[in-house]
């Protein structure tokens, strides 16, 4: 089991920066893809962004390209999203995922693992 909390979350202004924040906990010795994936209101969960615990691989959403970066930090088991120039359109609850190692998945059904996700709201 894997147990993950995100934080990090808030409200900001169109073009402002937000850095969300995933700490796992349990089984975090097992090689896993943490996923970040948001929902806005109305809407199917979107993929943002992934990354391989150990390869440092990333694979982006082109919404995010260029604004977003993903990193992680072993020591304190933890994920983070930079989020910068942010837009109307990324307000949504920011869930973060582990999934199977090496894939990079896209599609959140291939996530095993949920946090319980962090609300952001962009203003105009």
């Known amino acids: 089991q894997v147990q993950l909390v995100e934080s990090g979350g808030g409200l900001v202004q169109a073009g402002g920066s937000l850095t969300l924040s995933c700490a796992a906990s349990?089984?975090?010795?097992?090689?896993?893809?943490m996923g970040w994936f948001r929902q806005a209101p109305g809407k199917e969960r979107e993929f943002v962004v992934a990354?391989?615990?150990?390869?440092?691989?990333?694979n982006y959403a082109d919404s995010v390209k260029g604004r977003f970066a993903i990193s992680r930090d072993y020591a304190k088991n933890t994920v983070y999203l930079q989020m910068n120039s942010l837009k109307l359109e990324d307000t949504a609850v920011y869930y973060c995922?582990?999934?199977?190692?090496?894939?990079?998945?896209?599609?959140?059904?291939?996530?095993?693992?949920w946090g319980q996700g962090t609300q952001v709201t962009v203003s105009s």
């Open positions: 995922a582990a999934g199977p190692y090496g894939r990079l998945f896209t599609d959140p059904y291939r996530y095993d693992y």
């Open positions: 990354i391989t615990w150990s390869g440092g691989r990333t």
């Open positions: 349990g089984r975090t010795s097992s090689n896993y893809d």
